[in-house]
């Protein structure tokens, strides 16, 4: 939960209306959904994932592939790596000739993005790939951008952007505070 220091920057109704509006924008950029695979990336991008792909069962009738992606073996900083057990990947359908939506929770220097979309060559030639997150809080290291964000909150070195998911932490937040 939040302490006295930490901001609140989205509430569970903020992150509710703002996974809708990335539905959409989904939907509107691929025409439809018959094809897309979206993949979210361990641990809070795979329930990102899976409620995007929720909303568009509900505009559209039919809800996309959802896969789920552990980049950090692709990673060119493993020692920054978290000391959490490897998951393993699971895209369950060819992701050859189809548009694949990486899902993540924050982007910040690019590097796990870079490391997801090295590890989703693995299953497949996509026939696009584009990147959807929840918080966009800038200081990118590559030249990495996403195609649909949730809200860009720049911010500073020396803060963190806490993403709280139902699924794993109970609730639904997006929290600013100090590093440490």
Do not use: C
Request: aromatic letters at 4%.
């Amino acid at each position: 939960m939040a302490n006295e220091v930490d901001r609140v920057l989205l509430t569970g109704d903020d992150i509710r209306r703002v996974l809708a509006r990335i539905s959409h924008e989904i939907l509107e950029q691929n025409r439809g959904a018959r094809d897309l695979v979206l993949v979210g990336l361990v641990t809070r991008g795979v329930h990102l994932a899976r409620r995007l792909a929720d909303n568009i069962e509900k505009f559209e009738g039919f809800a996309p592939t959802v896969g789920s992606l552990d980049p950090r073996l692709w990673r060119d900083d493993p020692d920054r790596a978290s000391g959490q057990p490897l998951q393993p990947s699971e895209i369950p359908t060819e992701v050859t000739g189809r548009p694949v939506v990486i899902v993540d929770d924050v982007l910040y220097t690019g590097r796990t993005v870079r490391a997801a979309m090295e590890a989703l060559l693995d299953f497949g030639r996509a026939k696009r790939i584009q990147l959807a997150v929840l918080v966009d809080r800038g200081h990118r290291e590559l030249p990495i951008r996403p195609d649909f964000v949730g809200k860009n909150i720049p911010t500073a070195r020396g803060e963190r952007v806490q993403v709280r998911i139902t699924e794993t932490d109970g609730e639904d937040a997006v929290i600013l505070g100090r590093e440490g």
